[in-house]
């Protein structure tokens, strides 16, 4: 089987701009999440869906929203884009959501997005 | 989530056994630990989680210490394909929404 994927893989943005970022879950998995990796750190969660609901968000301006479709793949956006933004997306998916006890996420490679 | 303390590096030979200290000194009873890894350019890897017994897959083996405050996570036989920055995470899966990830280790393993 598949595993987690996302598109693009790198993508380089100018201030203000927006961006997409797309992700397939493996199949099966009704659970999509996101993460932002900067540089030198771990993963900071930005949101989690399960069956097209936000089921959490971290802290993260508003200008980041993402949203989930019927065949559980996913997308991030982000608008007004600043440098502060450049990171790896990484997109994770489970079976089950946050709330059950065997929480195995998988992560795609993720998006590295650059912005100048 | 409770907060994880590991050290920034190791380093440890090709072939020998890498343990991987992580403090959970303030762990509740319904937190879990949980072990990731993220291999240079890709994204984090499940490896093992536990609760309060130690644990073993084919992947590692996690001892969990009786008072519950620090763990290690064993590498049996480390291989260079075992270089990565692995993350101790303490989870109440019953209500977490998400992975705290912290610093990790950066597991160097050399000839």
């Known amino acids: 089987d598949a595993g987690v994927t996302q598109s693009p893989t790198h993508l380089i943005k100018t201030r203000g701009q927006q961006v997409t970022l797309r992700c397939s879950p493996i199949?099966?998995?009704?659970?999509v999440s996101w993460y932002q990796q900067v540089l030198g750190q771990g993963p900071q969660f930005i949101f989690q869906?399960?069956?097209?609901?936000?089921?959490g968000r971290g802290n993260f301006p508003d200008r980041f929203s993402a949203r989930q479709f019927p065949n559980y793949s996913s997308e991030l956006n982000v608008n007004a884009l600043l440098l502060g933004d450049s990171a790896l997306y990484l997109c994770a998916s489970s079976r089950l959501p946050a709330g059950t006890v065997v929480y195995e996420q998988y992560f795609g490679p993720g998006t590295r997005l650059t912005v100048t | 989530d409770a907060k994880t303390t590991q050290p920034p590096s190791m380093d440890c030979a090709e072939g020998r056994a890498a343990n991987l200290p992580c403090n959970h000194s303030t762990i509740s009873g319904n937190e879990y630990v949980y072990w990731y890894r993220q291999i240079h350019s890709q994204g984090p890897q499940y490896i093992i989680h536990?609760?309060?017994n130690n644990e073993t897959n084919e992947m590692a083996s996690l001892i969990i210490t009786e008072d519950r405050k620090s763990s290690t996570l064993i590498l049996p036989h480390a291989t260079l394909r075992d270089t990565a920055v692995y993350y101790c995470i303490a989870l109440n899966t019953g209500t977490a929404s998400k992975l705290t990830f912290g610093t990790g280790t950066r597991l160097q393993v050399t000839l």
């Open positions: 536990g609760l309060k």
């Open positions: 199949s099966g998995h009704k659970s």
């Open positions: 869906y399960y069956e097209k609901e936000e089921r």
